[in-house]
Each structure stands twice: as structure tokens, then as C-alpha cells.
């Protein structure tokens, strides 16, 4: 699992740029025993209007294309998980 997530932050690693640029940013939370990536969406994203387009069309495209064993993507502090 620590390769796992070693390749899941690498992934999240690319995505971050776009995020901080707009002063926002991701955090992995955790990885669950059936390759559901949790993570925090920080700053301007937690309260952005975009944050879910930017949950699907951004992180979790991103991690899945690094990563395909993962199955999806949740952001924990959003109200619908994607």
C-alpha cells in the first residue's frame, strides 16, 4: 500500500500546480482496502463553486490515469462524494 501511495501522490503531484495557481490545493487522506483514494481539498478549493468539476474532471482523472487499480476518488470534505 505504500507504493500505492507513493504513485497516488505523484499523480496528485501533477494536478497541484493548476490548484495552487487559483490558490487552492490536495491532500491524500487515505487509500481504502477496495482502491477508493480519500482526499482534502485545501484553500480557495474547499469553498470553490467548481471544487466538484474539479474532483472529477481534474484529480480523479489524473490519479486514475497514473494509477488504474484505483476505482475512484472521494473528496471527504465535499457533501457528494464523486
Do not use: H, W
Not at 30 to 50: N, Q, R
Amino acid at each position: 500500500m505504500i507504493e500505492l501511495s507513493k504513485k497516488v501522490e505523484e499523480a496528485l503531484d501533477q494536478i497541484r500546480p493548476y490548484l495552487q495557481a487559483d490558490g487552492g490545493n490536495v491532500s491524500l487522506v487515505e487509500i481504502t482496502d477496495d482502491f477508493i483514494v480519500k482526499v482534502e481539498l485545501l484553500g480557495a478549493c474547499k469553498s470553490c463553486s467548481m471544487s466538484m468539476m474539479t474532483m472529477k474532471a481534474g484529480i480523479e482523472e489524473s490519479v486514475k490515469r497514473s494509477v488504474p487499480e484505483i476505482k475512484s476518488v472521494e473528496a471527504v470534505n465535499l457533501s457528494i462524494a464523486i
